[in-house]
């Protein structure tokens, strides 16, 4: 009845997916199934009698087996044999040279180790296809679908971050507010499609007119801002002329007219004034200095006053 019951365990033990190896107290393999032979390249009878480290040092000089993370393979077994029958039993995810990912579970009963294998390759792999899929919900969330600039709500939480950076750091940080001048007329004059262009265009001019820890976002319609860390107002007042000067000077050629379009750009700058300030004062500040370079016949900037307003 016993030795029926060892038998049939032991074709169960074969059949079964999971890979499974019982070890002695000398970490000698007494027993196995195929699939653990095989994550150590050997089959059942090359593997039966060799020791686990053996098991593990034919592996890793055939490039199979788990992948180790050190350079050193005899120190690496050294440090794995001795953390092995710590605890009566030990869970941990290893990753196999072949690209295959096994759940090991390591359980130590009477000096004997067992080790049982389970394929998680499909769990891992479905994981890194949910953390991609989750990459690009946060990029799409995050990007304007016109522009492919940032958005009004990725500018938020970036102007957020920034602010608390200039804050606790005690360094400067400036905002600039861009309106594209009289667009109306672009889409009234050229079409709905040329204004499109026009916005990608200005897009595109802008961020390659920055440095790379600037950030550039498109607020809505034909209005766009700018957040320039480490800057001065001094700073990034002649920023915001240099690069106005020079979008006068662009033409734009739509597709497929090739219609050209000259624009012109208001700004309004604002800087950090320190604690107190938010994203919405330093917003709303520098939405007065734009609506004043509005005012002053557009194709400027205009600095917004210091805050809280003096006097
Ligand atoms: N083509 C296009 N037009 C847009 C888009 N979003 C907003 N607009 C247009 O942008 C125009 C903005 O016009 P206004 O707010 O009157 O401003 P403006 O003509 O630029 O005048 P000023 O700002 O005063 O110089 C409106 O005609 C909107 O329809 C867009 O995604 N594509």
């Known amino acids: 009845m016993n030795s029926q019951i060892n038998d049939l365990l032991f074709r169960l033990l074969d059949e079964t997916p999971n890979a499974f190896g019982v070890f002695d107290s000398n970490n000698q393999l007494l027993y196995c199934n195929a699939n653990m032979a095989s994550v150590f390249g050997l089959s059942r009878q090359q593997a039966k009698g060799l020791t686990h480290r053996e098991l593990m040092r034919n592996a890793y000089s055939s490039g199979?087996?788990?992948?180790?993370?050190?350079?050193?393979?005899?120190?690496?077994?050294?440090?794995?044999?001795?953390?092995?029958?710590?605890?009566?039993?030990?869970?941990?995810?290893?990753?196999?040279?072949?690209?295959?990912?096994?759940?090991?579970?390591?359980?130590?009963?009477?000096?004997?180790?067992?080790?049982?294998?389970?394929?998680?390759?499909?769990?891992?792999?479905?994981e890194a296809r949910l953390r991609a899929a989750l990459e690009e919900l946060s990029d799409v969330a995050n990007t304007d679908?016109?522009?492919?600039?940032?958005?009004?709500?990725?500018?938020?939480?970036?102007?957020g971050e920034e602010l608390a950076r200039a804050q606790r750091y005690q360094h400067p940080l400036c905002l600039m507010l861009l309106d594209i001048d009289y667009f109306k007329q672009v889409n009234d004059l050229f079409g709905h499609h040329a204004g499109d262009q026009v916005l990608q265009f200005f897009a595109r001019f802008y961020e390659n007119g920055l440095r790379k820890i600037?950030?550039?976002?498109?607020?809505?319609?034909?209005?766009?801002?700018?957040?320039?860390?480490?800057?001065?107002?001094?700073?990034?007042?002649?920023l915001a002329n240099r690069l106005r000067k020079q979008l006068a000077l662009q033409s734009i050629y739509t597709m497929p007219e090739e219609q050209k379009i000259q624009i012109t750009v208001s700004t309004g700058v604002s800087q950090f004034e320190g604690s107190g300030d938010s994203v919405q004062t330093l917003l709303s500040r520098a939405d007065e200095a734009l609506y004043r370079a509005k005012a002053h016949g557009r194709n400027c900037c205009e600095a917004a006053a210091p805050w809280p307003a003096a006097g």
């Open 64 to 126: 199979l087996g788990v992948r180790i993370d050190s350079e050193d393979f005899e120190q690496w077994i050294n440090d794995v044999e001795s953390r092995q029958r710590l605890d009566p039993v030990r869970t941990f995810e290893s990753g196999l040279m072949n690209g295959e990912w096994l759940k090991i579970t390591q359980v130590t009963i009477d000096n004997h180790l067992v080790l049982i294998g389970t394929n998680i390759t499909e769990l891992k792999d479905t």
């Open 145 to 159: 679908v016109l522009t492919n600039a940032a958005n009004r709500r990725h500018f938020f939480n970036r102007a």
């Open 214 to 238: 600037d950030f550039f976002a498109r607020l809505g319609g034909e209005e766009f801002v700018v957040l320039l860390p480490e800057t001065q107002l001094h700073d990034a007042m002649t």
